[in-house]
């Protein structure tokens, strides 16, 4: 690799959300700067005074379901204590140019695993297909429960940097009368993409993913500017999925994880799906791990929502799981114009990804 190659400084158009723009800056990886520290891992399997460890239910709300059963439970979700939304209706109101509507909804915690400080790529598959499961069986639950949802997002914080306040292993979920902005987007420009080229943007972004090289040469001089070769930005590949570094990533080391075949909403991944899952996850992990060690992280599931306007997506839109790792801190440049900025090489972490030898995971 030449040193043209070494040093980007590019701006990257989302190819999903084109008002999504990423800069890549790696010149930007040698300047002084704080970065997040990877989050204090406590190992412990059970903690006294921790409100999720098994036996301390009675400090949290009650349980709202649980897995394999409430009395053994190894998964099992409660109300959030302190929710963004609930299903308190207070009415809503237009002042002006200033409108509000009611905050309702649903916020509720999955405890992962009775383990207190299981990491995922340490869960069995077997436990990880489970929680898919309980995530899918919950979202149905809460959409059937009240027609005016239109949206259930599950999602995972890891670290405090990320957003998590209990150290034990946990996830959430939040049902919300509105379609968050950010999958709206993908949504309308999904469909925009359909209406164009009759079919799926993410479905042609794997099959790119899959078959695409290019190079792409100087017209002066004649040397190559820009290589990308077939299975660039592939980090797994299963059965069902494929695991891909984004070319326009706004975190370092963020990974998307997609079904191999179009499928809008995870509510219809069968239990074969789920399964399969479960291992690219776990393998997915274990490779961040052995490269940001300790990383923070966010994930988060984004599917069609639920809404009579999206009923016409099924062909367009793509479920699909995003891992976003916190290993800097968003800039005022960052705040201030909506770009994200990222100083590592979507292609260099792929690479390094890639290159992991995972040794035989043991279930």
Known sequence: MDKQQQVL???????????????VATARSLRPRKKEEPAPRDTRKH???CPFCKGNEDKTPPTVAAWPNEAQWEIRIVENLYPVLDDTEQPGFTLGLQQAISGYGRHEVIIDHSNHGIAIHDMPETHLSMLFHAYQERMRQLYAMDPRLKYVLAFK????????????????????????ENVHAEVFYSREFYRKHHQCIFCSLVDEALTFEVTIYDRDSGEIRRRIS???????????????????SRFEW?????????????????????????GILRRTMARLEAVVSGAQYNYFLHSLPHD?????????????LEICPRTSIPSGFELGSGFFVNSVSPEDAAEKLRAVKLERMQE
Not at 9 to 23: G, M
Not at 239 to 247: D, E, L, N, Q, S
Not at 308 to 320: G, K, M
Request: glycine letters at 6%; hydrophobic letters at 40%; proline letters at 9%.
């Open 9 to 23: 400084r590019e701006i990257r158009i989302n190819p999903i959300v084109p008002s999504e723009s990423v800069v």
């Open 47 to 49: 903690v006294d005074s």
């Open 157 to 180: 914080n890891f670290g405090p940097a990320a957003g998590g306040s209990i150290p034990h292993t946990h996830s959430q979920l939040i049902a919300m009368p509105v379609i968050p």
């Open 230 to 248: 077939v299975g660039q930005y592939v980090i797994e590949k299963s059965r069902h999925f494929i695991a891909i570094k984004p070319f326009a």
């Open 254 to 278: 963020e990974i998307h994880i997609l079904p191999l075949q179009h499928q809008a909403d995870f509510l219809s991944a069968g239990a074969d799906k789920i399964e399969d899952l479960a």
């Open 308 to 320: 009579p306007d999206c009923a016409e997506c099924e062909a367009s839109y793509h479920w699909h």
